[in-house]
């Protein structure tokens, strides 16, 4: 049988694995691997001859699977987790197996409506203007690099500045990795404004710009709606305010919290977010997507489109019609994607946008709990209030090293995976919430091991 027809057999040995992984209730943490077990048992595997299917697949489900850590645990409470809905999971078994791209409107059309129709629910409910819209990329630093490479562009026009002139750009010194990694990656320089408790404020940002000799060349402001480590929002209102006095573009970092915009319990701290230039928002992290998957949407996409429309002459005939098309490859600095946006639009569809609102609710309301039950124990310490779903919190008397066995046990012991963290220049623990099935009995059964 050639590789490109049907195989019965193969189809349900695949379809069989996953069936099963679909009914893991709940999913097993699993452990890290050990790299010299991990290379002998993949040894000789890729070879001129192939392997019966049944044998490579024994081979994934027995050895390598349990070396992943399932960050769909509702016990995976580390960096940011993932909850993945069924629906979205299915479908994204559809994107791959009717090869369905995104690239241009010539080509793929029906996918691009459907991806542009969620595109627009989020630009909805953050309140931006009809004229909004974007892609989705593979995660949020595609998606800070795409847009701040439109705010670099358009900014130095805007001060009829070159394109090698200096150009920088404000941020936090909360801002996520991804915003420092891009600065260093378009050639801009940051201008790191300092955060009271954390938060970036228009005020705070004025008073820098004022105090600043060269503030023509600030040309944008990153501010975070959600910091990873511990889901702060910034003064968006009031940066808002500022960046618009002084002409910069207004990028907004949402890739983890910009989920949060789907609960009535925290969207008054959003305010201002309807002003973003640019706002970025991750469904593979709380919106229940598959990996990978970030929104990027612009205020106005054709300062977007002037920037990454590629240039080739094998693609022009993608850029006929200007008001009939949507490409979203003209959004980002890519060209070929996967129509990445599906799998959430066929599970929003599905479940309608109130099973969202509610799924986002019981991840505060699990941080709010434990922040209560973390200030209720005497050898406990609440770090700050949760904004969020992430809660940051320290064992009295606990040294870096404790921390980290601390977190070794719980893996070890398949109770949790909670990674510690960095405060302050303190060592603290930290719980991210998002998976719907995380209950305060695994909470309480985690927090029981700190005694
Ligand atoms: C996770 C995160 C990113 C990076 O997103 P990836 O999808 O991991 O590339 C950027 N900014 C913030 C605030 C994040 O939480």
């Not at 980002?332 to 099973?355: D, E, I, N, Y």
């Not at 305060?440 to 927090?447: K, Q």
Request: glycine share 8%.
């Amino acid at each position: 049988m050639s590789m490109h027809s049907y195989d019965p057999a193969l189809t349900d040995l695949v379809f069989a694995y996953m069936r099963e992984r679909l009914q893991l209730d709940p999913v097993p943490l699993d452990h890290p691997g050990d790299k010299d077990k991990l290379d002998r048992v993949l040894a000789g595997l890729l070879g001129e001859q192939g392997n019966d299917p049944a044998d490579v697949m024994r081979l994934y489900a027995e050895q390598l699977a349990p070396t992943v850590i399932s960050c769909d645990s509702p016990r995976f409470l580390s960096f940011i987790p993932a909850a993945p809905t069924k629906a979205a999971l299915l479908f994204d078994m559809v994107v791959s197996c009717a090869s369905l791209q995104g690239i241009s409107w010539l080509e793929a059309s029906g996918a691009i409506a459907a991806e542009n129709q969620v595109l627009r629910l989020l630009a909805d409910l953050a309140e931006m203007p009809a004229t909004a819209g974007g892609c989705f990329v593979s995660g949020g630093s595609a998606a800070n690099l795409s847009a701040l490479v439109v705010a670099r562009d358009t900014g130095r026009s805007a001060r009829g500045l070159g394109a090698y002139d200096r150009i920088r750009v404000a941020v936090s010194d909360q801002a996520h990795s991804s915003v420092t990694n891009t600065l260093r990656i378009i050639g801009a320089e940051a201008l790191v404004v300092p955060t009271t408790d954390h938060r970036l404020t228009g005020e705070a940002l004025g008073a820098a710009l004022a105090a600043d000799p060269h503030p023509h060349d600030v040309a944008a402001v990153v501010a975070t709606a959600g910091t990873t480590n511990a889901g702060i929002i910034d003064d968006l209102a009031g940066i808002a305010d500022v960046a618009r006095e002084y002409n910069l573009w207004f990028h907004v970092d949402g890739a983890y919290g910009g989920a949060g915009l789907f609960a009535p319990s925290v969207r008054a701290r959003y305010a201002g977010v309807e002003h973003a230039d640019s706002l970025v928002i991750d469904p593979h992290k709380w919106l229940f997507a598959p990996f990978d998957c970030a929104a990027l949407l612009y205020r106005n996409p054709h300062l977007a489109q002037a920037v990454h429309t590629q240039d080739a002459s094998y693609l022009d005939v993608l850029h006929t019609d200007e008001n009939q098309v949507w490409n979203p490859t003209d959004y980002a600095h890519h060209l070929t994607r996967r129509a990445r946006g599906l799998p959430l639009w066929f599970s929003l569809a599905v479940h309608g946008t109130r099973a969202y609102t509610e799924a986002v609710e019981t991840a505060l309301t699990l941080a709010r709990d434990t922040a209560a039950l973390v200030r209720a124990t005497p050898h406990l310490e609440l770090v700050r209030d949760p904004e969020l779903s992430a809660v940051v919190f320290r064992r009295t008397g606990w040294t870096a090293q404790d921390y980290t066995a601390w977190s070794d046990r719980l893996l070890a012991g398949q109770v949790g995976f909670v990674t510690p963290t960095g405060w302050e220049g303190e060592t603290v623990a930290r719980f991210a919430f998002l998976h719907p099935g995380t209950t305060m009995a695994m909470v309480r059964e985690i927090l029981d091991t700190t005694a």
